[in-house]
């Protein structure tokens, strides 16, 4: 699977944006899909993820309430929307994608902000966002 992620750019705080990334392969949708992040200096984390069906989605607390991840496995697609942004939102945005045949469901439900746990990423798509 290779994913490409765009959508990024920037944006004033308050605003909005939709990340999205495209995978190749037949068998995107036997794959977990994540959300990442990293800003200057510091570590990659955790943004959003969602289940192979999309049944299921995680958020870190940060973003609860303001950030949305969704998918349409019919055009190996997912997104994250974006709003009322913040300045501590500004960051390189990767996607990633997780195998769903190695990972039993409540494995993943329970370790799917481990960058360990996903076996493909993307490249980063940078959001900046000004105050």
């Known amino acids: 699977v290779q994913l490409q992620a765009c959508g990024g750019g920037l944006v004033q705080a308050g605003g909005s944006l939709r990340l999205s990334c495209v995978a190749s392969?037949?068998?995107?949708?036997?794959?977990?899909l994540g959300w990442f992040r990293q800003a200057p200096g510091k570590e990659r984390e955790f943004v959003a993820a969602i289940s192979r069906n999309g049944g299921s989605t995680y958020y870190t607390d940060s973003v609860k309430g303001r950030f949305t991840i969704s998918r349409d496995n019919a055009k190996n697609m997912v997104y994250l929307q974006m709003n009322s942004l913040k300045p501590e939102d500004t960051a390189d945005y990767y996607c990633?994608?997780?195998?769903?045949?190695?990972?039993?469901?409540?494995?993943?439900?329970?370790?799917?902000?481990?960058?360990?746990?996903?076996?493909?990423w993307g490249q980063g798509t940078l959001v900046t966002v000004s105050s």
């Open positions: 990633a994608a997780a195998d769903a045949a190695r990972l039993n469901p409540v494995y993943y439900s329970r370790n799917y902000w481990y960058a360990s746990v996903y076996d493909y």
């Open positions: 392969g037949r068998t995107f949708s036997s794959h977990h």
